[in-house]
């Protein structure tokens, strides 16, 4: 699976961006898909994942109400969609996804369980 993360780009407080993860592999559409982000200086945390049937979303406490994780097996990508960007979600975003008959939803959230990791985009938030 390679994964082919965009989107990112700077950004007002308040305002919204969309970014995309381009997925290839003929085993893709089975996977969880998750996204994280990476600030400076700070661990790569956990932002929000959807089950490989679109069915289940998870979501950080930090991003809950304003981000949504969404899917398009038919186009393979993986969207996430934020509004009300404050700059605390500045950070790179990283796309990943993880073997579904593996991975258990409890354990969604943690960065472990993700096989395989696209190449980041930079979103920057300014006040």
């Known amino acids: 699976v390679q994964l082919q993360a965009s989107g990112g780009g700077l950004v007002q407080a308040g305002g919204s961006l969309r970014l995309s993860c381009a997925a290839s592999?003929?085993?893709?559409?089975?996977?969880?898909m998750g996204w994280f982000r990476q600030a400076p200086g700070n661990e790569r945390d956990f932002v929000a994942a959807i089950t490989w049937t679109g069915d289940s979303t998870y979501y950080a406490d930090s991003v809950k109400g304003r981000f949504t994780i969404s899917r398009d097996n038919a186009k393979n990508t993986v969207y996430l969609q934020m509004n009300s960007l404050n700059p605390e979600d500045t950070a790179v975003y990283y796309c990943a996804a993880a073997n579904s008959m593996r991975v258990s939803y409890s354990d969604l959230g943690l960065k472990e369980e993700y096989d395989y990791w696209g190449q980041g985009t930079l979103v920057t938030v300014s006040s």
């Open positions: 592999g003929r085993t893709w559409r089975s996977y969880t």
